[in-house]
């Protein structure tokens, strides 16, 4: 059964740090890109972030580059996004889930699979 399971999100003050997990199993982890998307409420989800694990490029959204780091861990299996200098507009649900390749890293219809989101709220 894949499985793609978020955690790590919270409630912090603008400014602050989380560090999100994506922990994945089902699947040929090496074999994938792990994206980061974000949903606020009464928006679209978008591209956050995307990490291939073959070759470790890395992608970022013009809105949280120099803010946000990706990595992965692929003896885990996890994929981690480490938020720095946070701020209220970073507040959504944020979702890890993986395609099978990391050339359209934002569009969502290249993923396959997606995990249950785990909530991110940042206040000022």
């Known amino acids: 059964e894949v499985q793609l399971v978020e955690s790590g999100g919270g409630l912090v003050q603008a400014g602050g740090s989380l560090r999100l997990s994506c922990a994945a199993s089902g699947f040929t982890f090496d074999d994938y890109a792990i994206g980061w998307f974000r949903q606020a409420p009464g928006k679209e989800r978008e591209g956050v972030s995307c990490i291939s694990s073959s070759d470790g490029s890395t992608y970022y959204a013009d809105s949280v580059k120099g803010r946000f780091t990706i990595s992965s861990d692929n003896a885990k299996k996890t994929v981690y996004l480490q938020m720095n200098s946070l701020k209220p507009e970073d507040t959504a649900v944020y979702y890890c889930?993986?395609?099978?390749?990391?050339?359209?890293?934002?569009?969502?219809?290249?993923?396959?699979?997606w995990g249950q989101g785990t909530q991110v709220t940042v206040f000022s």
């Open positions: 889930a993986a395609a099978p390749s990391s050339k359209y890293w934002a569009a969502l219809d290249e993923y396959d699979y």
